[in-house]
């Protein structure tokens, strides 16, 4: 037997899918270069009700939505489209006819179906899988919107009136801003904030802690990764924070705490308004309205060679520095009647309220940890403590106590007996009830008292409340 070779191969192959093609479709039409019909099949004929020979027409003339002339000029196929003719809808696929040097010389049309209702199911599952897709991407941008306004932001203080109206002049603008203040002061719900009041508020907003990521991936995490960058890195790459962030907001959080070999690169990124994906030759322009942030003194940095200075001024256009909570004392009330309102509903429990002793000794607290710790503090109270009123009694075996007073030569005044008693019955009754969550019999059996005893003691010393 002769062998055939490649070019023979090709060539059946293109026949026999062409004889395939046509005795599984609905109709077939050829035209020649000038878009005049060189042959229909009967079958396109009795589809389209035609008893005549259309040889030689313009195919407009015969079916007048046609777009072979399309095919035909521009050498593109049209793989799959719904084609109105009177009242019928057929679905078709339209092909170029190629010379042997690929020139055009006509074109091919196939009527797959001759009633569109049969693309149904492929349409429904194309319909599907675009829904989810618009689901995914609103449910990403929605991740990457600010969650946080200036309403959020709680305080009467005039420490608090200050911040704000710095930060809603910073939202009009379109600079640099630099947060400063301790750890738990609200400086991510303020940098949302001003997202959110600014110009770029629908476009994202895109958090990065410092702090938290290893050093030798902060660069992809800024400025991504290209394509195979390096063995195991995904073949399609993966965008930095610069990219996500593009057209909106880019926070860095703790930014005192980036090493200098990435400030260098920060600093270009920003000054160029370009960033390089990591493996990649392609430089890619960025449109990114930064703030920054940082617990720490930034300048004291820049002393000690440990913060660049031309960074440092880049990011220090508009400062503010937010005061902490131990400087707005009169502004603890509100917050602890916020935090105590999320937490029940994130604890599903009733209303629970301070009154007059727990908000003073609250004040009293240095709070460290600022809003963040008195945040900690309410909720390991509504965990331990049952009653909707909480005293000072609820909060004292979990706040320090305040420092004592220098000694001093002096003798401590002398107290009555009674009184001291007292003082020392009282304490214990609190520590008691504490440690029983807020429960009075528990509290009398750890006290080794009778119930009736515990509620006349308490009587006593002004410690009922309602339960």
């Known amino acids: 037997m002769m062998a055939i070779g490649p070019e023979d191969i090709r060539k059946r192959a293109v026949q026999s899918m062409f004889d395939h093609m046509a005795s599984i479709c609905e109709g077939l039409v050829a035209v020649d270069r000038d878009v005049r019909i060189a042959w ?24 007048p939505n046609s777009l072979m002339r399309q095919v035909v000029t521009t050498g593109k196929p049209i793989l799959l489209d719904i084609m109105e003719f009177g009242v019928r809808s057929f679905v078709v696929i339209r092909l170029p006819l190629l010379g042997e040097n690929g020139e055009i010389q006509g074109g091919i049309g196939l009527v797959l179906f001759d009633r569109a209702e049969y693309l149904k199911p492929l349409v429904f599952k194309f319909s599907k899988l675009q829904e989810e897709l618009n689901r995914t991407r609103r449910e990403l941008a929605g991740e990457r919107q600010a969650k ?54 629908l476009r994202p907003m895109v958090s990065i802690n410092v702090a938290a990521v290893p050093e030798a991936l902060l660069e992809a995490e800024f400025f991504g990764v290209a394509p195979g960058a390096y063995t195991g890195a995904d073949p399609r790459g993966r965008d930095g924070k610069f990219q996500l962030a593009n057209g909106g907001t880019l926070f860095l959080d703790e930014i005192g705490d980036m090493p200098l070999s990435m400030q260098t690169k920060l600093l270009r990124a920003l000054q160029e308004k370009e960033i390089e994906p990591l493996g990649s030759n392609k430089v890619l322009r960025i449109d990114v309205r930064i703030i920054a942030a940082t617990s720490r003194d930034l300048a004291a940095l820049v002393r000690a060679n440990l913060f660049r200075a031309d960074l440092y001024y880049r990011i220090n256009v508009l400062p503010i520095t937010l005061p902490p909570l131990r400087q707005r004392g009169e502004d603890i009330e509100i917050l602890a009647e916020s935090i105590l309102d999320l937490l029940r509903l994130r604890l599903g429990e009733g209303p629970r309220e301070l009154d007059r002793s727990a908000i003073e000794a609250l004040k009293a607290h240095d709070w460290p940890g600022n809003v963040r710790e008195l945040h900690n503090i309410l909720e390991r109270v509504c965990m331990l403590v049952e009653a909707p009123v909480l005293t000072a009694e609820h909060f004292a075996a979990i706040l320090p106590r305040p420092p004592a007073p220098p000694a001093n030569d002096s003798p401590p005044p002398v107290q009555a007996l009674a009184t001291v008693v007292g003082q020392a019955e009282r304490a214990a009754i609190s520590a008691a009830l504490l440690q029983a969550g807020g429960n009075r019999s528990a509290a009398a059996k750890l006290l080794a008292i009778s119930r009736a005893s515990l509620y006349e003691r308490m009587a006593a010393f002004g410690m009922m409340s309602k339960d």
């Open 40 to 63: 229909m099949d009967d079958k396109y004929k009795a589809l389209l009700g035609i008893d005549y020979d259309v040889t030689g027409k313009v195919v407009e003339e015969v079916i």
């Open 148 to 201: 946080y306004t200036f309403s959020q932001f709680l305080g009467t203080s005039e420490e608090v009136r200050q911040v704000k109206t710095l930060a809603r002049r910073a939202a009009q603008m379109d600079s640099t801003v630099l947060l400063m203040g301790e750890t738990g002061t609200g400086k991510e719900l303020l940098a949302h904030a001003i997202h959110a009041a600014s110009a770029r508020a």
